[in-house]
């Protein structure tokens, strides 16, 4: 199954500035997704990343909060601009494809874990 | 729209004894249901999977699930928890042609020994 290397694992960040994470997988995949996970709530897709296109928001999220990159097969970022508290959360990537056991789903990367202060 | 719902915040129980995790779901059309686990600082690791046929479904780690159509749950068991069982369990729903899930809010399981 592919092995997802979310970075940071972490920050601290003060309102107003913005943070790039970086998610790597270790193989070639068509779709790849950005959750946020708001503390004591669920996971919420916030878009999905396809190479060689625009990303797709969902209902909630827009381009200019959460610009997304997708340069190649194997690599996308999402930004968390112009950051408030409200943004404190742990997002996470994601990829569609073959799991062990031959199980076909989605991998999670272990998440960034930011606090805007 | 599907919609999931998970009953229980949060469970604690003994170890060795056993546990169930409910979820329910709300959906016009038919489902594929999941369980993720997550473990202190990792990621989603997925747990089991209903696409079709048999409602009981065996995952990892000894949980099973089965799929109940008439009371639209898919409630997790597992007959004797681990301490190690310790994370946050999340259950998901998706429909249609692409397994994108919603997610419920997750149920914390606290395993005490």
């Known amino acids: 199954s592919a092995v997802i290397s979310q970075k940071p694992s972490r920050d601290i960040c003060q309102r107003g500035t913005s943070l790039t994470i970086q998610c790597q997988v270790d193989?070639?995949?068509?779709?790849m997704f950005w959750y946020r996970q708001q503390p004591g709530q669920s996971l919420t897709l916030i878009a999905t990343a396809n190479q060689g296109s625009e990303a797709t928001y969902e209902s909630g999220f827009v381009i200019d909060k959460f610009p997304i990159s997708r340069p190649n097969l194997t690599f996308s970022t999402l930004t968390v601009s112009n950051m408030s508290p409200e943004d404190s959360s742990i997002y996470l990537c994601?990829?569609?494809?073959?799991?062990?056991?031959?199980?076909?789903?989605?991998?999670f990367g272990s998440g960034t874990r930011l606090t805007v202060v | 729209a599907q919609s999931v719902t998970q009953l229980d915040s949060q469970v604690p129980v003994f170890e060795e004894a056993p546990v169930e995790l409910r979820c329910n779901y709300s959906?016009?059309?038919?489902?594929?249901l999941f369980w993720y686990v997550q473990y202190p600082n990792q990621g989603l690791q997925l747990l089991l999977k209903?696409?079709?046929?048999?409602?009981l479904v065996k995952g990892i780690n000894g949980f099973e699930a089965e799929f109940n159509k008439s009371q639209t749950s898919f409630h997790l068991r597992k007959p004797s928890v681990h301490i190690s069982d310790t994370a946050e369990y999340f259950c998901?729903?998706?429909?249609?042609?692409?397994?994108?899930?919603?997610f419920g809010r997750g149920t914390s399981l606290i395993v005490h020994p």
């Open positions: 193989s070639q995949v068509t779709m």
């Open positions: 994601s990829v569609e494809g073959a799991l062990q056991g031959g199980n076909y789903g989605y991998t």
């Open positions: 959906s016009s059309v038919s489902v594929y």
């Open positions: 998901a729903v998706s429909t249609g042609g692409s397994y994108i899930p919603t």
């Open positions: 209903y696409l079709s046929g048999s409602t």
